[in-house]
């Protein structure tokens, strides 16, 4: 078969909803994407155990240190999914962390942020996490079968991390006015950067129109952040909180809330290496990474399966 015609074949697999497998033939491009995005996916998991993980330590309670723990770990869990995903399309772990440590890779703008207060955990859990299972829901749907069936897995754990969040922030809302408005600080810091966490707007993305014809992504960028608001409005205000929008509301002739951009100039500066915590958390990823050098090491020692008799 010529080129082209590998390719008409390809999209019209694709195009069927079949699944695309590591040893499938598949365009240079579409391997390319799938690595840049998985990649930076694995870093986002890997990078994101840090907002969250600060507060181990301070988490109120036996429960919900437990809880924060469990959901901590489930992140490097993921991650390692993710890079093994990835890895299927030829990009070893080694180099995509390289990548990450040397700022040359992307990773969510989310998690270059600060969380100074308890809510910030609770808020992470639920808004964060919510914008991450809608998105992801939707790449599970997608053509590459190791990456669509990661997400299936994932999706899983990251619903229990909203119930985790959600449920942190409701004991805040039914607390004492300091905690309800810790509740409310925290929803207004992270509004907007979770708004931002879908990407830029579609007429603005540069990869949303390939990832769409070839199934990388089944929901575009917009599609993905209109759910997300439609879905965790009316949650919010359940509460007796609010999002920081005054213009945000229902829309009857739509059927969906309109709300505010945010503001993609700011998205474009955290995502290339100048929000309030990058600089920390690649110094912290850094540090981790040095540390963890002699398990690697050990794991990697010729024959012993990192077992040797020492
Ligand atoms: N942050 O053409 P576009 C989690 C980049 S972790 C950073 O729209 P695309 C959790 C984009 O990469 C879950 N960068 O791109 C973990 C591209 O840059 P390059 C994180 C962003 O790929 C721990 C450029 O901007 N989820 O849930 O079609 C604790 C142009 O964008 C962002 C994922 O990683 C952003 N927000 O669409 C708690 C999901 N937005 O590569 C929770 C997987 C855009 O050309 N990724 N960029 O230099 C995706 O679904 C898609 O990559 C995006 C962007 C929707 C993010």
Same mark, same amino acid.
């Given at each position: 078969? #010529?080129?082209?015609?590998?390719?008409?074949?390809?999209?019209?697999?694709?195009?069927?909803?079949? !699944?695309?497998? &590591?040893?499938?033939?598949?365009?240079?491009? +579409?391997? !390319?994407?799938?690595? @840049?995005?998985?990649?930076?996916?694995?870093?986002?998991?890997?990078?994101?155990?840090?907002?969250?993980?600060?507060?181990?330590?301070?988490?109120?309670?036996?429960?919900?240190?437990?809880?924060?723990?469990?959901?901590?770990?489930?992140?490097?869990?993921? $991650?390692?999914?993710?890079?093994?995903?990835?890895?299927?399309?030829? *990009?070893?772990?080694?180099?995509?962390?390289?990548?990450?440590?040397?700022?040359?890779?992307?990773?969510?703008?989310?998690?270059?942020?600060?969380?100074? #207060?308890?809510?910030?955990? $609770? /808020?992470?859990?639920?808004?964060?996490? =919510?914008?991450?299972?809608?998105?992801?829901?939707?790449?599970?749907?997608?053509? +590459? $079968?190791?990456?669509?069936?990661?997400?299936?897995?994932?999706?899983?754990?990251?619903?229990?991390?909203?119930?985790?969040?959600?449920?942190?922030? /409701?004991?805040?809302?039914?607390?004492?006015?300091?905690?309800?408005?810790?509740?409310?600080?925290?929803?207004?810091?992270?509004?907007?950067? =979770?708004?931002?966490?879908?990407? &830029?707007?579609?007429?603005?993305?540069?990869? =949303?129109?390939?990832?769409?014809?070839?199934?990388?992504? #089944?929901?575009?960028?917009?599609?993905?952040?209109?759910?997300? /608001?439609?879905?965790?409005? &009316?949650?919010?205000?359940?509460?007796?909180?609010?999002?920081?929008?005054?213009?945000?509301?229902?829309?009857? =002739? #739509?059927?969906?809330? @309109?709300?505010? &951009?945010?503001?993609?100039?700011?998205? *474009?500066?955290?995502?290339?290496?100048?929000?309030?915590?990058? *600089?920390?958390?690649?110094?912290? @990823?850094?540090?981790?990474?040095?540390?963890?050098?002699?398990?690697?090491?050990?794991?990697?020692?010729?024959?012993?399966?990192?077992?040797?008799?020492?």
């Amino acid at each position: 078969m #010529t080129e082209d015609q590998k390719l008409a074949e390809f999209e019209a697999r694709v195009a069927r909803g079949d !699944k695309v497998e &590591p040893g499938d033939w598949m365009p240079e491009e +579409y391997r !390319k994407n799938l690595i @840049r995005m998985i990649g930076q996916h694995a870093h986002s998991e890997i990078v994101g155990q840090l907002p969250e993980g600060k507060w181990i330590p301070y988490a109120p309670g036996f429960r919900r240190k437990l809880t924060l723990i469990a959901k901590v770990q489930d992140e490097a869990g993921h $991650g390692q999914l993710l890079y093994r995903a990835a890895e299927t399309l030829g *990009k070893s772990r080694e180099e995509m962390l390289e990548e990450l440590l040397s700022g040359k890779a992307k990773y969510s703008n989310v998690f270059n942020y600060p969380t100074p #207060t308890w809510a910030d955990v $609770g /808020v992470i859990g639920w808004l964060v996490d =919510t914008a991450a299972v809608i998105n992801q829901s939707m790449l599970a749907q997608g053509s +590459y $079968g190791p990456y669509a069936r990661a997400m299936k897995r994932i999706c899983y754990e990251e619903s229990f991390h909203i119930k985790q969040g959600y449920d942190a922030v /409701v004991a805040l809302a039914r607390g004492t006015p300091e905690q309800r408005a810790m509740a409310q600080d925290a929803i207004n810091r992270w509004w907007y950067p =979770t708004l931002m966490m879908s990407g &830029p707007p579609d007429a603005m993305s540069e990869h =949303t129109a390939r990832a769409m014809k070839w199934r990388i992504k #089944t929901k575009t960028n917009d599609q993905v952040r209109q759910e997300f /608001v439609d879905h965790i409005v &009316p949650q919010i205000r359940a509460l007796g909180l609010d999002v920081p929008d005054p213009d945000c509301r229902y829309d009857e =002739t #739509t059927g969906h809330y @309109r709300f505010t &951009p945010p503001d993609w100039e700011e998205l *474009k500066r955290v995502v290339n290496g100048d929000g309030p915590m990058n *600089k920390e958390r690649i110094a912290v @990823r850094k540090k981790a990474h040095e540390e963890g050098r002699w398990v690697r090491e050990a794991l990697a020692v010729k024959g012993t399966g990192g077992n040797s008799k020492s």
